[in-house]
C-alpha cells in the first residue's frame, strides 16, 4: 500500500528527534509558477487560514480482536489400543496416544495460563472438539467464545475429565473442517454489525488444529479433498479482507507411531494458510510454546492528511467556484442547465459533477428540470436495488467516507467500501475532482501528466491543478504552506500533533455562501496489518479561519 508524503517524513522526523520542540513543513516547489498578468476572466483568490488538531485513532476506535480457535481431536485412538499399517503394509497393534488427556488438555492449558499479554477483553477462545462428528462448546454465558483464562481453562479440565465418556468413533477432518468454516462465517455477521461510523472492529482468527494420526474420512491418497475443503476456509479471509485481519490454521500432530502420510497432510494443512505445524512423538505433550502469539499493539500511526475545498474545482489551470460543491463549476452548470445552487439538480441521488463524468450531462436524463419535484423523487434506475432514501432528492449513504456516495462510486467503478479504491493514498473524491484516476495502479499518483515537473500527489498537496499548467495560475495563487508541531508527549497509545496551514484557496459563492474545507487524516493501523483508516470531517470558513479540533474526527472508516 502506497501512503507517501512529505507529512510522512515529517512524523518520523518527530519520532528520530524527540527533542525538536516544533517541525516546519515547506509543502512549497519553485517549480509551481504563476503567470503574473493571469487572464482577465480569472476571479482573484482568497487565500484563507486553517487550523488543525488531531490525535490518532484511540483503542476504543480501533478494535482488532484476536480469537483462538482450539479445534482438539476426540476419536477413540487417543485412549484404546488401536490398529495401524506400518510402511510394509502390515497391521501393527498401537498404544492409545493419549489415555489421560495430558498430551491435549494439558498443554492447552499451559499453553492459556503462560501467555500473560493475551488477558484482554479483546483476545477471546473458543473450543470445538470432533471425532466423526464436530461440536462446539459453549461457556457460561452459552457463546462460542470467552475472553475469561480461568473460564477458558476450567473448560479444557472438565474436557479432560471426561475424555472416556467422549473419545470414541474416527477423525474426520472434511466434517470438521466444513464446521470450522461456517462457525467463523457465522461469527463474522456480529463483527459486522460491531462496526459503525465511530468504531472499526476486525479479527485475528488463530485456529489450532490437533489430531493423532490419519483421517477417517480421507478419500484421496494425497488428502486433496480435505485440502479442498481447508481452501474453503481459507477464503473466507479474502471475501471478508475488511474485517478479517489475519486466519491462520496451525495444526499440531502427536502420535504413538509415526505415519508420514499423517505427518505429510497435517503439515500441508499448516503451510497452506501461513500456519505453524508442530509434531510431538511417543508420550511427549504439544509444545505450544513453539508458537508466538501476535503482539496486542493496538497503536496506529499518523500516515498523511488532506484539505479540500469542496467549493473550488480546477478547469484547464484555472480555479473555478462550485457553490454547490457538486464537482460541477458554477459557470458550467448555467451553460449545462443544471442549478449551482443544488448538488443534485435532477434529485436521483448523484451529484451533478458525477453526472456529468460519466455522461457529458449533468443530469440523467440528459435535461435538467426547472426545479425538483414536489412529490415522489426522481427514480436511478442504475442504482434501483442500492438502500436509499425515499425523500426528495434522493439521498444514498457513503459508506466509506470519501465524499462519494454507493450509487455514485457503483457509477464511476470505484470500489463503495474502500475509501482509497487504488490505494494510492489519495481518497477518491479529492483525486476526481483533479481529474486522476480512482482505479488503476497507485504509481499513477506519482506521475506528472501535466510535464510541469511536480507529480499529481504533491500537486495536490500545494492545492494546484494536477491536470493543468501551472504556468497559467492566477497572480493570486499561493500554494499551501503547512506547519506541524507536536502538542502533547508520545505515549504507548496516541500522539497528539498541531497543523497551521496557509494559503488555502477560497472564492466568492453565489448567494454569499461560506466556502466549506474538508480534512482526510490517513493512519495505518499497526494491529491490523497494513491497514489504513481514514476520519474525515468538514467544516464551513468563518470569519476569516476554520479550525478542527480533535473531537471533530469521530467518524472512523477502513480501506
Not at 213 to 219: E, K, Y
Not at 468 to 489: A, C, E, W, Y
Request: hydrophobic letters at 35%.
Amino acid at each position: 500500500m502506497i501512503l507517501r508524503s512529505r507529512l510522512l517524513m515529517t512524523i518520523l522526523i518527530i519520532a528520530i528527534v524527540p527533542a525538536l520542540s516544533s517541525l516546519y513543513v515547506n509543502c512549497g516547489d519553485p517549480r509551481v509558477r504563476k503567470n503574473q498578468s493571469g487572464p482577465s476572466e480569472q476571479v482573484p483568490i482568497i487565500n484563507e487560514r486553517a487550523q488543525l488538531r488531531f490525535c490518532n485513532s484511540s483503542a476504543s476506535q480501533i478494535k482488532s480482536q484476536l480469537k483462538f480457535i482450539f479445534v482438539i481431536d476426540e476419536s477413540a485412538s487417543n485412549i484404546a489400543f488401536h490398529t495401524e499399517v506400518n510402511p510394509q503394509g502390515q497391521p501393527v497393534s498401537v498404544l492409545p496416544t493419549d489415555p489421560s488427556g495430558a498430551r491435549r488438555y494439558d498443554s492447552l492449558i499451559t499453553f492459556v495460563n503462560d501467555e500473560q499479554n493475551l488477558q484482554s477483553e479483546d483476545v477471546l477462545y473458543s473450543i470445538m472438539t470432533f471425532n466423526e462428528a464436530a461440536r462446539l462448546q459453549k461457556f457460561s454465558n452459552q457463546k462460542p467464545f470467552s475472553f475469561s483464562k480461568e473460564e477458558v481453562i476450567d473448560r479444557l479440565q472438565n474436557l479432560k475429565n471426561s475424555i472416556h465418556d467422549t473419545n470414541r468413533g474416527g477423525s474426520s477432518f472434511k466434517n470438521t473442517i466444513s464446521e470450522i468454516r461456517k462457525f467463523v462465517e457465522e461469527d463474522l455477521e456480529e463483527v459486522v454489525e460491531q462496526n459503525t461510523d465511530t468504531q472499526i472492529v476486525s479479527v485475528n482468527y488463530i485456529i489450532f488444529f490437533m489430531s493423532d494420526g490419519r483421517p477417517s474420512d480421507q478419500s484421496s491418497i494425497d488428502g486433496s479433498d480435505i485440502l479442498a475443503k481447508l481452501q474453503e476456509l481459507v477464503n473466507v479471509k479474502d471475501a471478508n479482507s475488511r474485517f478479517v485481519d489475519k486466519l491462520t490454521f496451525n495444526t499440531a500432530y502427536y502420535y504413538e507411531f509415526y505415519d508420514d502420510r499423517a505427518h505429510q497432510l497435517m503439515e500441508t494443512m499448516s503451510s497452506r494458510s501461513g500456519g505453524k505445524y508442530l509434531e510431538s512423538g511417543s508420550r511427549q505433550n504439544i509444545d505450544f510454546s513453539q508458537f508466538a502469539p501476535p503482539t496486542r499493539d493496538a497503536a496506529t500511526q499518523f500516515v498523511d492528511f488532506w484539505l479540500m475545498n469542496k467549493n473550488t474545482v480546477w478547469i484547464n489551470g484555472i480555479l473555478k467556484a462550485d457553490s454547490d460543491g457538486d464537482l460541477l463549476a458554477d459557470e458550467l452548470e448555467s451553460s449545462s442547465g443544471s442549478n449551482p445552487r443544488l448538488a443534485d439538480s435532477d434529485g436521483d441521488g448523484v451529484a451533478d459533477g458525477v453526472q456529468y463524468i460519466i455522461s457529458g450531462f449533468p443530469c440523467q436524463s440528459g435535461t435538467c428540470p426547472p426545479q425538483l419535484p414536489s412529490s415522489a423523487p426522481v427514480p436511478n434506475i442504475r442504482c434501483a436495488n442500492i438502500e436509499k432514501t425515499l425523500s426528495v432528492p434522493i439521498q444514498f449513504t457513503d459508506r466509506d467516507g470519501d465524499g462519494l456516495n454507493q450509487c455514485e462510486e457503483i457509477l464511476l467503478r470505484s470500489e463503495p467500501d474502500m475509501f482509497d479504491t487504488n490505494e494510492d493514498g489519495i481518497p477518491d473524491r479529492l483525486a476526481l475532482v483533479q481529474g486522476l484516476p480512482i482505479g488503476g495502479p497507485p504509481s499513477v499518483a506519482f506521475e506528472d501528466p501535466d510535464i510541469d515537473g511536480v507529480s499529481s500527489y504533491y500537486e495536490l498537496k500545494f492545492n494546484s491543478p494536477a491536470m493543468g499548467p501551472n504556468g497559467m495560475l492566477h497572480q493570486s495563487f499561493k500554494q499551501m504552506d503547512t506547519q506541524l508541531v507536536r502538542i502533547s508527549p508520545e505515549n504507548d497509545t496516541q500522539t497528539c500533533l498541531q497543523a497551521d496551514i496557509f494559503n488555502v484557496a477560497t472564492l466568492p459563492l453565489l448567494d454569499q455562501r461560506p466556502n466549506e474545507v474538508q480534512i482526510f487524516l490517513i493512519e495505518n493501523a499497526s494491529v491490523s496489518g497494513s491497514r489504513s483508516v481514514l476520519r474525515t470531517t468538514t467544516k464551513p470558513y468563518s470569519g476569516g479561519g476554520v479550525k478542527f479540533e480533535p473531537a471533530d474526527f469521530l467518524r472512523i472508516y477502513s480501506n
